[in-house]
């Protein structure tokens, strides 16, 4: 089993800075993918970026050159560095862990963290 835990969200004005974190603990192998997802009000989850054991990252083509996604290995955290937020940013962030097998991969989420960007 995989505990996430994520930390940070809130009330940001537009064209500010927010910053998540997320830590993970457990049964981690160290073929994963840690990510970010997002869930907006009446619309489905969203990728958001993603980051592999080996530092590759993926981005929404939304969020490229705003967001920053970054990790440490060594604590099994990750985290999803947001600037010039907009409005339509606003959502719930859900903070992803995906272990790697050879025939099935298996997706553990945190709890949400609520971001919104309003003035």
């Known amino acids: 089993q995989v505990q996430v835990v994520e930390s940070g969200g809130g009330l940001v004005a537009p064209g500010g800075s927010l910053r998540l974190s997320c830590a993970a603990s457990?049964?981690?192998?160290?073929?994963?993918?840690m990510g970010w997802y997002r869930q907006a009000p009446g619309k489905q989850r969203e990728l958001v970026a993603t980051?592999?054991?080996?530092?590759?990252?993926n981005y929404a083509d939304s969020v490229k050159g705003r967001f920053t996604i970054s990790r440490d290995n060594a604590k099994n955290t990750v985290a999803l560095q947001m600037i010039s937020l907009k409005p339509e940013d606003t959502a719930v962030y859900y903070c992803?862990?995906?272990?790697?097998?050879?025939?099935?991969?298996?997706?553990?989420w945190g709890q949400g963290s609520l971001v919104i960007v309003s003035s």
């Open positions: 980051i592999t054991d080996d530092g590759t990252t």
């Open positions: 992803n862990v995906r272990i790697i097998f050879i025939l099935e991969t298996l997706d553990y």
């Open positions: 457990g049964s981690i192998r160290s073929s994963n993918v």
